[in-house]
């Protein structure tokens, strides 16, 4: 086993610049850093240890992806195991409009901390000083949850703090990619038992595009980053518009269906098109747009926000709960049946997975192990050709990279 592993799995495409190795073995070992592509990954500068590497095996999401709980019926095969599905929104008028979809992600962390004392959310939000590109913030406050609501899609290492925050605070939340949240209750099942209280938070995620995505938009408003002082890729509105705000006060704006479905859905990270999980398995609670459906396609007309809320384990179905009956947020009932018409993009690309990882092994490349994903079952799901036509897809997309 190479003693430089990270650098492997980043030269591998695999990596998906979590921060969590960084965090765990410190900057001296390993660094998050920004790739010619435009994407997070790990550089590790220092030899790990047989020790070192037997951790980073039990919680690299390059190297190992569990499902907490094996689906057994069709529909938690294809959305993860959970224990109640919703729709519901933020009651808060400007976590509404603010929020990506309903605002009620923003309200269930408003709840946590005001009501249930949690002390902070790990979560990231536009940089303070480069207004296309993420940090990482440790919220406390109304103010400060609302100053980072809203989809952030580039590259972000929500985890490369997170050890030192572990250590010093005893009630936390996490937001994540589905891929971060895998990585953190991984480890923590990795460590000794101590009485940290964390809540894990996730939401519906079709991939990470690249900071080239985001430099396109720019390019369509004939701006550079150096001209822009806010810039925000959804929110303020349901879908909400992708928008930039020059030196000059200008506003220049795209739809949702534009910026998302042609320009930052082509620089997707290559990790992402294997990835089973874009429904955030290993979550407490995962969230995502509860699209009205116009002709079995989701409507992306602008209205009043509604999000889907996903309770997976007991304690996040009773944190809905109870956020509920406080009065935070507004829940609906939702057929989990309607979730194929307007997420379908996450019904096929989970069952496309098995065939491009048959690609993946036919060129001898190294991925992540996925277990009880069931992903064979699934790709049953998907007409043979078109799985097919995946395979040798993504066999020509390897040779590429």
């Known amino acids: 086993m190479s003693e430089f592993l990270i650098n492997d799995l980043s030269e591998s495409s695999i990596c998906i610049g979590c921060g969590l190795c960084e965090s765990v073995f410190g900057n001296e070992f390993v660094k998050i850093t920004e790739d010619s ?12 240890d047989a020790n070192q590497i037997k951790k980073l095996k039990k ?58 004392k949690y002390e902070g959310v790990v979560q990231i939000g536009r940089a303070v000083n480069e207004a296309t590109r993420n940090s990482n913030f440790f919220s406390t406050s109304d103010d400060m949850l609302l100053r980072n609501a809203g989809s952030r899609y580039s590259p972000s290492s929500p985890l490369i703090d997170i050890t030192r925050i572990i250590d010093n605070h005893k009630k936390i939340v996490v937001v994540g990619r589905p891929c971060d949240i895998s990585a953190l209750r991984q480890y923590l099942n990795s460590i000794p038992k101590c009485d940290l209280d964390v ?4 939401f519906l995620c079709a991939g990470t595009p690249s900071l080239k995505g985001t430099e396109k938009i720019l390019s369509m408003f004939n701006l550079n980053k150096s001209d822009v002082v806010e ?70 007309s602008e209205k009043e926000g509604q999000s889907l809320i996903i309770s997976r384990t007991y304690l996040g179905k009773k944190i809905i709960e109870s956020a509920a009956e406080f009065g935070a947020i507004n829940l609906t009932k939702f057929d989990v049946g309607k979730l194929r018409t307007i997420q379908k993009y996450h019904l096929n690309k989970k069952g496309l997975v098995w065939s491009r990882l048959i690609a993946w092994r036919l060129l001898g490349k190294s991925y992540p192990k996925f277990t009880n994903f069931n992903l064979y079952k699934l790709s049953r799901m998907i007409p043979i050709k078109i799985t097919i036509s995946n395979m040798f897809g993504t066999l020509k997309r390897i040779v590429k990279i």
């Open 37 to 48: 592509a435009g994407f997070f990954v790990a550089k590790q500068s220092k030899r790990l």
């Open 59 to 116: 919680w690299c999401p390059a190297i190992r992806v569990e499902n907490p709980v094996a689906g057994t019926r069709e529909d938690s095969l294809i959305w993860g195991n959970y224990e109640s599905i919703a729709s519901g929104y933020a009651t808060n008028p400007e976590m509404r409009f603010k929020g990506s979809s309903g605002g009620a992600l923003s309200a269930v962390l408003s709840y946590l901390i005001n009501s249930m």
């Open 199 to 202: 809540v894990l938070i996730s």
């Open 231 to 300: 810039f925000r890729y959804r929110g303020e509105g349901w879908p909400g518009m992708s928008y930039a705000i020059d030196k000059l006060g200008r506003k220049h704006s795209l739809s949702y269906e534009d910026s998302w479905g042609k320009v930052l859905n082509k620089h997707l990270q290559f990790r992402c098109k294997i990835c089973p999980d874009g429904v955030g398995s290993s979550a407490d609670i995962t969230f995502g747009d509860a699209w009205d459906s116009d002709s079995g396609y989701p409507d992306f």
